[in-house]
């Protein structure tokens, strides 16, 4: 078994690019709190998938559905593979952390406590909620010193990527379509602007030891920044407004700054306090409930001598 | 449920790689789970699935110390008296 005399030792470790593997002796401290990130991810990756779902039988057309029903696949198979990298922490069992997701005593991302009223909103959420969880996932994957989850996150980012495209597919199409369709998206994007904004979260703290430990690689300002530089010009010559009216070009760097951003709106959603947060857990909880004859089933099957 | 782990081989001449791990009351389901989870795009054309507790791990220590100055050669002293050989040649 690995380990470290110090955090000096394990921090010189981490910065000399070391990865940790789920034997070692790591600090306690790095230990929880990369767990409780992955944890995080493996939520959202859950909830995500639910949200998916429900476009299976929704979205117009069979191309549309058969996307929708791959990327419920990804999504949940994410979940799969992020919850078995955490509970490989012994932290916490994967049974503990559907117990506690369910009871919403854990989190998952802001941007699964809003409701999809239409197919526009359903775009919107490809386009710029995918585009903004992977530039998350790619600055984490970039530097990350948890073994395990930076070799997961380099599965989970190819696959993102194909949702990202099929998500600006869409929206291009949308862009190009009838004055109605147009309008659509146009309200998905003015509901899931500021959401997929506030993704990123508030100005890193100086002192986060996520980036100090090389979970992040990023700060989330700049990360924000980016998305921001890219979205603007692209939903602009598609024909989009964005939901901002403070939203200008800097004239001497030519850079996109936003107006202020409301970071009540981001803890209020993740504590819980969203606007379709008690909806989105009761699902959770109802597809839970409804597959318990599975995990009876599975549970028998285990019990059978081989 | 048993953890088990899975190792993929990519089409042509790369070698079998984990690929992460997963949960199933059998070995039957193991395979059908590992298929479900790792393979919905034809990412290997071979596949293992091996029960966790039948793995055999060795000591990252051990073989942090295996490594031995003289199994290795950077091709330095080589390049000393190749130019050695040069200079005396000029």
């Given at each position: 078994?690995?380990?470290?005399?110090?955090?000096?030792?394990?921090?010189?470790?981490?910065?000399?690019?070391?990865?940790?593997?789920?034997?070692?002796?790591?600090?306690?401290?790095?230990?929880?709190?990369?767990?409780?990130?992955?944890?995080?991810?493996?939520?959202?990756?859950?909830?995500?998938?639910?949200?998916?779902?429900?476009?299976?039988?929704?979205?117009?057309?069979?191309?549309?559905?058969l996307?929708?029903?791959?990327?419920?696949?990804?999504?949940?198979?994410?979940?799969?593979?992020?919850?078995?990298?955490?509970?490989?922490?012994?932290?916490k069992?994967?049974?503990?952390?559907?117990?506690?997701?369910?009871?919403?005593?854990?989190?998952?991302?802001?941007?699964?406590?809003?409701?999809?009223?239409?197919?526009?909103?359903?775009?919107?959420?490809?386009?710029?909620?995918?585009?903004?969880?992977?530039?998350?996932?790619?600055?984490?994957?970039?530097?990350?010193?948890?073994?395990?989850?930076?070799?997961?996150?380099?599965?989970?980012?190819?696959?993102e990527?194909?949702?990202?495209?099929?998500g600006?597919?869409?929206?291009?199409?949308?862009?190009?379509?009838?004055?109605?369709?147009?309008?659509?998206?146009?309200?998905?994007i003015?509901r899931?602007?500021?959401?997929?904004?506030?993704?990123?979260?508030?100005?890193t703290?100086?002192?986060?030891?996520?980036?100090?430990?090389?979970?992040?690689?990023?700060?989330?300002?700049?990360?924000?920044?980016?998305?921001?530089?890219?979205?603007?010009?692209?939903?602009?010559?598609?024909?989009?407004?964005?939901?901002?009216?403070?939203?200008?070009?800097?004239?001497?760097?030519?850079?996109?700054?936003?107006?202020?951003?409301?970071?009540?709106?981001?803890?209020?959603?993740?504590?819980?306090?969203?606007?379709?947060?008690?909806r989105?857990?009761?699902?959770?909880?109802?597809?839970?409930?409804?597959?318990?004859?599975?995990?009876?089933?599975?549970?028998?099957?285990?019990?059978?001598?081989? | 449920?048993?953890?088990?782990?899975?190792?993929?081989?990519?089409?042509?001449?790369?070698?079998?790689?984990?690929?992460?791990?997963?949960?199933?009351?059998?070995?039957?389901?193991?395979?059908?789970?590992?298929?479900?989870?790792?393979?919905?795009?034809?990412?290997?054309?071979?596949?293992?699935?091996?029960?966790?507790?039948?793995l055999?791990?060795?000591?990252?220590?051990?073989?942090?110390?295996a490594?031995?100055?003289?199994?290795?050669?950077?091709?330095?002293?080589?390049?000393?008296?190749?130019?050695?050989g040069?200079?005396?040649?000029?």
């Amino acid at each position: 078994m690995r380990s470290w005399d110090s955090m000096e030792d394990f921090e010189a470790f981490l910065d000399d690019g070391g990865l940790v593997e789920p034997d070692d002796d790591m600090p306690d401290a790095y230990r929880e709190a990369v767990f409780r990130f992955i944890e995080l991810h493996a939520n959202s990756e859950y909830m995500g998938g639910l949200t998916e779902r429900d476009w299976i039988a929704k979205a117009p057309g069979l191309t549309n559905k058969l996307t929708a029903l791959a990327k419920t696949q990804d999504e949940i198979g994410h979940a799969h593979l992020l919850y078995m990298v955490a509970a490989d922490m012994g932290v916490k069992t994967r049974d503990e952390m559907t117990a506690d997701l369910l009871a919403g005593r854990t989190t998952f991302h802001n941007v699964f406590h809003y409701r999809a009223y239409s197919w526009g909103d359903q775009i919107a959420i490809a386009y710029l909620v995918d585009a903004a969880a992977l530039a998350s996932q790619q600055a984490v994957f970039k530097n990350c010193s948890y073994g395990p989850y930076k070799r997961i996150l380099r599965r989970i980012i190819a696959e993102e990527g194909f949702h990202m495209r099929n998500g600006e597919e869409l929206l291009l199409k949308m862009a190009k379509g009838t004055t109605q369709q147009h309008e659509l998206m146009q309200e998905g994007i003015d509901r899931w602007w500021w959401p997929s904004v506030q993704l990123f979260g508030p100005d890193t703290r100086p002192d986060d030891v996520l980036l100090r430990w090389h979970i992040k690689s990023e700060r989330n300002e700049d990360l924000r920044d980016r998305f921001v530089q890219k979205m603007v010009p692209q939903l602009t010559a598609a024909g989009f407004t964005i939901p901002d009216p403070d939203l200008h070009q800097d004239p001497e760097t030519g850079r996109w700054v936003s107006g202020e951003i409301d970071w009540d709106a981001l803890k209020a959603a993740i504590a819980g306090r969203g606007p379709d947060s008690a909806r989105r857990l009761n699902d959770a909880r109802l597809a839970w409930d409804g597959a318990a004859w599975v995990r009876s089933a599975l549970d028998e099957a285990a019990a059978v001598p081989a | 449920m048993k953890t088990y782990e899975v190792f993929l081989k990519r089409p042509g001449k790369d070698p079998f790689i984990h690929v992460g791990a997963l949960e199933a009351p059998d070995d039957d389901l193991a395979l059908s789970f590992a298929r479900d989870c790792y393979t919905r795009r034809s990412e290997g054309d071979q596949m293992w699935v091996v029960a966790r507790e039948d793995l055999l791990v060795a000591d990252p220590v051990e073989l942090e110390m295996a490594d031995r100055p003289h199994r290795h050669n950077d091709g330095a002293l080589l390049r000393d008296l190749r130019q050695a050989g040069d200079q005396s040649a000029s």
